[in-house]
Every structure is written in structure tokens, then in C-alpha cells.
């Protein structure tokens, strides 16, 4: 059965969608940063250890390279992080606007389901009251052609 509400909790199904894979993209971002850091931390370190053993090779521009390389994936991985925060939130949100809709469509399909009962209901009355009146009338009238009348 259809109620009002039906178009906007298709839209609002929709938008959970188009967010839940906006949610999916972020976090393979907020991924691939922090693999990007974990890879540099890694590089950093397998360059010093090398380095370490020959006291001839500067490594201090390198890895002043390597440290804003590693400054601004962390910072991209923050803002990855934070609008995956926003995500989540509206999320939430619509998915909470999505659901009150679904329980008013399901609020309104139960009251048009109990006025149709009620009016079912009402219908079988006034036929059973019908046929109660008609039984009365026939019996009344079988009376009177009989002479059994106590009114007349």
C-alpha cells in the first residue's frame, strides 16, 4: 500500500547509499595514507640504518625531505580522517530521517488498514442488523395475516 511518505524514503535510501560508498572511498584514502607514512617510517629507516655504517654520507637534507614528505601525508590523512567524520555524521542523520519516514509509512498503512477493517466491520453490521429487521418485519407481518396481531 502506498503512503505519501513513500518518494522521500526512496530519496533518503538513496542518499545512505550515495554516502555509504562516499564512506567507503574515505576510508580507502584514510588507508592508503597511512600505508604511505608506514612505507615512508619504513624507508626512513632502512636509508639511516645504511647510512649509519658510513660516516661520509649526509643524510640530514634527505631526511628533512622525508619528514615533510611524512608532515604532509599525516595531514592529509587528517583531513581524510575528518571528513570521514562528516560522512559518518550525516549518515547518521539521514539514515535517523530515513527511518522516522519508514515508521510513519508504516503508521499510516496500519490506520488505512483498521478503517478498512472498521469499515468491513460496519458493513457486516448493518447487513446482519438488515436481516435481523427483515426477519423481524416477516415475522410481524405472518402475525398479522394469521390474526394473531396484539396491536390491532
Given at each position: ?40 617510517e619504513q624507508e626512513r629507516k632502512e636509508e639511516c640504518t645504511r647510512a649509519g ?100
Amino acid at each position: 500500500m502506498k503512503t505519501p511518505f513513500d518518494p522521500a524514503i526512496r530519496i533518503g535510501r538513496r542518499k545512505v547509499d550515495a554516502i555509504r560508498l562516499r564512506i567507503k572511498a574515505e576510508i580507502e584514502c584514510v588507508s592508503h595514507y597511512e600505508s604511505a607514512l608506514s612505507a615512508l617510517e619504513q624507508e626512513r629507516k632502512e636509508e639511516c640504518t645504511r647510512a649509519g655504517g658510513d660516516w661520509t654520507i649526509s643524510t640530514y637534507e634527505w631526511l628533512r625531505a622525508r619528514q615533510a614528505q611524512a608532515h604532509i601525508l599525516a595531514e592529509q590523512r587528517m583531513e581524510a580522517s575528518e571528513r570521514l567524520e562528516r560522512l559518518r555524521e550525516e549518515a547518521t542523520q539521514t539514515y535517523g530521517q530515513c527511518r522516522a519516514l519508514e515508521k510513519a509509512a508504516d503508521a499510516r498503512r496500519e490506520q488505512e488498514r483498521q478503517s478498512v477493517m472498521r469499515k468491513a466491520q460496519a458493513e457486516a453490521d448493518d447487513l446482519s442488523n438488515a436481516r435481523r429487521l427483515l426477519k423481524l418485519r416477516a415475522a410481524a407481518a405472518a402475525r398479522k395475516r394469521d390474526g394473531h396481531d396484539p396491536a390491532g
